[in-house]
């Protein structure tokens, strides 16, 4: 796979939530952001349903769910821990992609990725039940490249590179090395067959450098940092700012 592989952007919407989540007005509205996302290039919607509904609810993953048939070039990509309420939802909806997160049901933000090879018998069935229900099996991971071998026995299909260690130290005399960590985490995952994503505050000054150096980026999932540019600038110029990111092939 080349260096430059065309990245796709998802939208996370969990914070669009949380805004309308303060009100009973049903403002802003999930799926009216979705629309204008997906009309101004993105790739795809991601949401991250937690248990506690602090921000996308239920009705929100349905809904999104039945918007995106009308875009059958786009893909609904659902988050959250599968040992959780994260398969009621590849069950009911049958998203094109879900992404197991080993979030506490309390935890403020994902942190974190699985560890292997301690999570791996237990995430085997659920992984398998996904993919036999039709979705892309993503596994949120951090930069350990001896894991991604594992990843892909178990059966995942793609990694999710929990990319906040490099958003830390974007700008800072460590970058370099820890750029290096996600570049030999992504060339692992290449060798073991494993399809790549990346997310976690990630926005418009360090995306660029971070494609421009990690290979086989397939899929970029943005939510705080693209919803925060978009109250200044509006959904339609943020999401085409995002897709200006991206190295060319």
């Known amino acids: 796979m080349s260096q430059h592989t065309h990245t ?19 403002i802003p509205s999930v799926t009216r952001a979705a629309t204008l996302c997906l009309e101004a290039g993105a790739a795809g919607i991601t949401v991250h349903p937690r248990p506690d509904e602090r921000h996308i609810r239920a009705g929100d993953v349905h809904d999104l769910a039945a918007l995106l048939k009308a875009w059958p070039d786009r893909e609904f990509n659902i988050e959250g821990n599968p040992f959780h309420n994260l398969m009621d939802f590849v069950r009911e909806v049958r998203p094109h992609q ?17 560890t292997f090879p301690q999570d791996a018998e237990r995430s085997k069935p659920l992984i398998a039940e996904a993919k036999a229900l039709g979705a892309r099996v993503s596994l949120f991971m951090d930069t350990v490249p001896e894991a991604m071998a594992v990843a892909k ?14 958003a830390s130290a974007y700008g800072s005399p460590k970058q370099a090395e820890v750029l290096a960590a996600f570049k030999a985490t992504a ?14 505050d990630l926005n ?12 086989g980026v397939q899929e970029v ?8 540019d978009a109250l200044e600038m509006g959904y339609t110029e943020t999401v085409r700012a995002y897709n200006a990111c991206m190295p060319q092939a």
């Open 221 to 228: 999932s943005i939510g705080h940092a693209l919803i925060a």
């Open 98 to 114: 879900v992404t197991f997160v080993p979030d506490s049901e309390g935890q403020f933000t994902s942190d974190h990725g699985w």
């Open 153 to 166: 026995a178990v059966g995942a299909d793609r990694v999710e590179l929990y990319t906040e260690t490099y």
């Open 8 to 26: 796709a952007l998802s939208v996370n919407l969990n914070k669009v939530a949380l805004v309308r989540n303060t009100r009973h007005l049903g």
């Open 204 to 215: 418009r000054n360090n995306l660029h450098t971070f494609l421009a150096t990690v290979p």
């Open 187 to 200: 060339e692992a995952a290449l060798a073991a067959g494993l399809g790549i994503n990346a997310g976690h």
